[in-house]
């Protein structure tokens, strides 16, 4: 059975509150040999909230979150015992598949609410130069994940956006996929699909609060229940549905939108909240599109190509998108089994001319 297709209920311990980085080094004494691998902006911050001392080797990764990295790093942790993942979605990814190399324990840290990689035992791989490669899945979860939300609500508002649209995509994706089952699902998957609605829910109703604690540096309710949406609960949604709550059609246009250099500055998530739309009008679901309208104006989510920056070539750039995310190796066939370019093209520039007034810009 793959990995893939099992239950997986996250890390062994997941620590989410004001300065919870005081348990780290208790947590911490189980290990030898450890080695953290950072950023620097990321470690920065992890320095500024982490109360303790150790001497633990810090290694940085190139950006990538790509296998030549994750094989560079494995090389520089000879007897490392367990890898330490400080940073953003790209860092923790290079973290777990470094530590999956060298088949030992790791710990996450995030210190941006970019996306659910500090909770899921999988990787966005990219190669070097910067377009996607692929999904990879490994044996181990984390040890630990600690959520320090003192350090989090300082995090920049650009990431946490991306989380949210990443996190959003949960519901829309797991939804459009279990659509073509018959019959009953399993009482995991049931739990993985509720699980996504319950995302949903909490974002929709708490993000613009959320945005406006991160922008005055405070922990309120609605900031721990979207921080904790966009990273555990949303981890949990492929946890326990499997491949009935994987990456669908919004993540494969973001996969596609790696090839289009203009949109690399933009974050994961608001790619992924772009596909969302894509994914909604490829299925002719024009009412749900009409319905996120208020949500995208709120966060200031690009509806269309031309939001993005791509005004030069737009054609060229949505066939691109199009033959990519609707190809056999991609994920756009699980909403629709029969999904080909036209279709996704179609979907995309319905977008385009849609009336700014319709939706969120």
């Keep these: ?33 450890p080695v953290i691998i950072t950023g620097e902006l990321s470690f920065e ?8 001392q150790n001497d633990f080797p810090v290694l940085q990764y190139d950006h990538t979150a790509s296998i030549e990295d994750m ?31 060298l ?21 966005a791989v990219y ?60 009482a995991m998957v049931s739990v993985g699909l509720q ?16 945005l406006k604690s991160i922008e005055t540096h405070e922990v309120t309710p609605a900031f721990e229940k979207v921080a904790e949406a966009v990273v555990a609960i949303a981890g949990t949604v492929g946890g326990f549905a499997g491949e009935y709550g994987r990456m669908a059609g919004a993540h494969a246009v973001h996969n596609g939108m790696s090839l289009i250099p203009e949109t ?31 949500f995208y104006k709120e966060n200031d989510f690009p509806h269309s190509l031309k939001n993005f920056g791509i005004t030069h070539d737009i054609k060229e750039a949505m066939e691109k998108i199009a033959a990519f995310s609707a190809s056999d190796k991609e994920t756009f066939n699980l909403v629709i089994p029969d999904i080909t370019p036209d279709d996704v093209y179609q979907a995309m520039q319905y977008l ?4 700014p007034s319709k939706i969120g810009v």
């Design 195 to 210: 699980t996504a609605k319950l995302t949903q829910e909490i974002l929709l109703q708490n993000s613009e609060e959320a």
């Design 264 to 294: 690399h500055d933009y974050e994961h998530g608001v790619k992924v909240a772009y596909g969302i739309l894509v994914q909604l009008a490829a299925c002719k679901r024009y009412d749900e599109v009409d319905k996120l309208q208020s």
């Design 71 to 101: 094989n560079r790093l494995a090389k520089e942790c000879p007897g490392a015992d367990c890898i330490v993942g400080i940073g953003g979605g790209k860092v923790l990814d290079t973290a777990k598949g470094t530590a999956d190399l």
């Design 127 to 186: 190669h070097p130069d910067g377009t996607f490669r692929s999904v990879d899945y490994y044996n181990r979860s984390a040890s630990f994940c600690f959520m320090d939300l003192s350090l989090l609500v300082e995090s920049p508002k650009q990431y946490f956006a991306g989380g949210i649209g990443d996190t959003l995509a949960k519901w829309y994706e797991a939804e459009g996929i279990t659509n073509h089952i018959q019959g009953t699902l399993p």
């Design 1 to 33: 059975m793959k990995l893939s297709q099992t239950v997986r209920s996250g890390p062994d311990q997941y620590i989410c509150q004001e300065n919870a980085l005081v348990y780290f080094d208790e947590k911490m004494k189980r290990y030898t040999s």
């Design 103 to 123: 088949g030992i324990e790791y710990v996450t840290i995030p210190t941006v609410l970019g996306t659910c990689a500090a909770y899921t035992p999988l990787s």
């Design 352 to 355: 385009e001319v849609l009336e």
């Design 45 to 52: 911050a992890f320095e500024k909230h982490y109360p303790g």
